[in-house]
């Protein structure tokens, strides 16, 4: 019996061999996870319908389990259909997970394209598709080390 949040046994078992550096992918629903998916990771399925399970939920189980460095989010469009003039609610969230978790981050923000070269690198061990609706919710996570 395990006493973290996190119970999902794939994702903890890449997790435990995962180190500071490693970097772990949590991909909303319009994510093309299959064809962005780095050489090394695997690949989470976590999507079981619309809305569930959300982005914000895996990153409240993963910042009560691994010690994160750094994020980066995908930079939301200000053009086209989908532009926008103003940062997506979901990033408040993330904000919010982090800072409750002790460890207030500043994202990085990356271009769409180069973000799905980042997530594509060798370093990313870990990518977890959820069935998060809201656009521009992914999260690009970088594992730290417990200082002790």
């Not at 980066?72 to 532009?83: H, I, L, S």
């Not at 981050?105 to 990313?124: G, M, P």
Request: proline share 6%.
């Amino acid at each position: 019996m395990l006493k973290t949040r996190l119970l999902q046994p794939e994702i903890l078992a890449v997790l435990a061999r995962a180190g500071h550096g490693s970097q772990i992918l949590i991909a909303d629903g319009n994510y093309p996870a299959v064809t962005t998916l780095g050489p090394r990771a695997r690949l989470v399925s976590l999507n079981l319908s619309p809305g569930l399970v959300t982005c914000t939920q895996v990153l409240e189980a993963l910042v009560a389990t691994v010690p994160i460095e750094a994020a980066a989010v995908m930079q939301y469009d200000t053009t086209g259909p989908y532009g926008r003039q103003e940062d997506p609610p979901i990033w408040a969230e993330f904000d919010r997970i982090f800072r409750e978790a002790g460890n207030p981050l500043t994202f990085d923000r990356i271009e769409r394209f180069a973000f799905y070269k980042a997530a594509a690198a060798d370093t990313v061990a870990l990518t977890i598709q959820t069935g998060e609706q809201r656009i521009w919710a992914n999260l690009l996570l970088t594992v730290g080390v417990i200082k002790g």
